[in-house]
């Protein structure tokens, strides 16, 4: 009995440890991306797959203030973790029909933050929708973009850097007023 009463807390416990951010991924990903703070033109690729240290298969996208409850909607796998909060984006990584791990990514204001201000977009602007990438197309382009004195970090999927779109905002720059 008492084996059975412990391995059930150990499963309790290893099922909420699953719930928590991988803060390890978020600062590798944030040290990946911190070059871009300064850079005037172009962009780096990011590849999730050279991040994470874990097994995954795809990456889910989700928006600031997405529900529990929309997460396990949309991906079709009960997720009983916090929601989005708000002004992030959440990169959710699953492994064969289980999420085996997470981050939030800020994308707000940089003031008062040290990691950067990522919005991370979608090939159809025009469309709210989330993001799912298989961990081959986990890339993704981010560069600076200013624009009327606000500075934004775009991330993009690299399969999405064909439309015009993107390339104008990448070939546009930072003049040196801007920043």
Known sequence: MKNI???????ALVGCS?????????????KKVEPVRTMRTGYIVL?????????WDSVWVFGGEESAKSISINTRIKWSGPGV???HKRLLFTRENQIVSYIDCYQGST???TSLPISIRSCSRLRNEHIVLSRKEARFAIFRL???GFISFPMVPIKCLKIDEYNN??????PPSEE
């Open 5 to 11: 009463v412990l391995s059930l807390l150990f499963l």
């Open 47 to 55: 590849s999730l797959d050279s991040l994470a240290n874990f097994a």
């Open 169 to 174: 905002e990448i070939g546009q720059g930072c």
């Open 146 to 148: 200013c624009d009327r």
């Open 111 to 113: 003031e008062g933050y």
């Open 18 to 30: 699953s719930h928590q951010q991988n803060d390890t991924l978020l600062s590798a990903f944030n």
């Open 85 to 87: 909060p708000n002004l």
